[in-house]
């Protein structure tokens, strides 16, 4: 069953766990996208196909809050609110060193390989590069590492792990875009979700605490969400 955070007719928040597919992939592991479905299709004895609307999406290795739409007006008018920046998402990273400027935004272009699921910096005249965006923060720094708050600008693939490693500072438990071994999982989390209801209108939000373990133990977690959310 999905962890819900909120439900009403309209949508559905919950918290992604790390290392679950978000939709159906290769590995036919159980994806959320499919869990959702199962759960009202249960809980409320739909008949047939249910409609569950996917309207942003996280990595694999990536956990933390999520919205899903329960009907397809609501999956438009979200999708609508990702266009004009009224959806913001806010994530925690915890990466290897320290960023040269405390705080700035990144931008560069990126090219998907399909075929390996890698991300490369990629010039703007590349075919099939996409524009990619994102504000970041140093919280602290301790051992080595950085506790970093990003906001996305734009939803590209691998964006917050390609770029931070474009910047000498991977997100720590990388092994696709950072270290060669991980001792620990990939400590890039979705903490923060705001967006205007579809129906109502009401602005709504939503904060998931990161896991407790290493490598997010290092820092005052509910310093950084309670205070500079």
Known sequence: MPNIIYEDNHIIVVIKPQNMPTQEDNSKDLDLLSEIKDYIKQTYQKPGNVFVG?????????????????????????????????????????????????????????????????VRIATQLETGSKLAELDYRTIDTKNKMSLIKINLLTGRSHQIRVQMSAIKCPVVGDTKYGEVKASTPLALWAAILKFNHPTTGKRMSFCVFPPQDAPWNSFNINTTLNIDS
């Open 54 to 118: 996917l309207v942003h999406r996280l990595d694999r290795p990536t956990g933390g809050v999520m919205v899903f739409a329960k009907t397809s007006k609501a999956a438009s008018r979200l999708s609508t609110g990702i266009k004009d920046g009224s959806f913001e998402k806010t994530y925690l990273a915890v990466v290897t060193g320290k960023p040269r400027l405390g705080y700035g935004r990144l931008t560069h272009y990126l090219k998907k390989d399909e075929k390996e699921n890698m």
